[in-house]
């Protein structure tokens, strides 16, 4: 299993295929150069091919990429456990955008996760999630009765 993370270092290592510094991607994620290195530590442990050049930076290896992909269905999974974590458990508004960067996928990915956990609120337990549109951009609020 790969941590939030490890998830999100893979996703930018995927998006561009060429080689990026490690300062950049520390920036992106939020987290020191050090943590950077201990995660590609960590992903080479679990088998994830990452090149490394001196003075160029990281890339995934293309070949070994090809044959290894984070599975798709269980990062959006993740991603929406997470998210109905945020809204009923920690009982936070949050907006398209803000999941989007957190997430570092599309707002268009966001709302069909929106649409997926609607879906499941939907069986007659009389929960749902408030939507308000303000300056093209949907916010979010948990757990309203119908």
């Given at each position: 299993?790969?941590?939030?993370?490890?998830?999100?270092?893979?996703?930018?290592?995927?998006?561009?295929?060429?080689?990026?510094?490690?300062?950049?991607?520390s920036k992106k994620l939020g987290c020191s150069q050090r943590t950077i290195y201990n995660e590609i530590e960590s992903l080479r442990e679990k088998n994830i091919s990452i090149i490394s050049k001196r003075g160029v930076g990281i890339k995934l290896n293309k070949e070994v990429d090809e044959k290894f992909s984070l599975d798709s269905t269980s990062i959006m999974s993740t991603r929406r456990l997470e998210i109905i974590k945020s809204l009923f458990i920690e009982n936070k508004t949050v907006t398209l955008k803000k999941l989007?960067?957190?997430?570092?996928?599309?707002?268009?990915?966001?709302?069909?996760?929106?649409?997926?956990?609607?879906?499941?609120?939907?069986?007659?337990?009389?929960?749902?999630?408030?939507?308000?549109?303000?300056?093209?951009?949907?916010?979010?609020?948990?757990?309203?009765?119908?």
């Open positions: 299993m790969f941590t939030e993370r490890q998830q999100k270092l893979i996703r930018l290592l995927e998006k561009n295929m060429t080689f990026q510094k490690i300062s950049d991607l989007s960067e957190n997430y570092l996928v599309s707002q268009t990915s966001i709302k069909s996760d929106i649409e997926a956990i609607e879906e499941i609120l939907d069986d007659g337990c009389g929960a749902f999630l408030k939507k308000e549109i303000q300056v093209q951009n949907w916010i979010i609020f948990p757990w309203k009765e119908k």
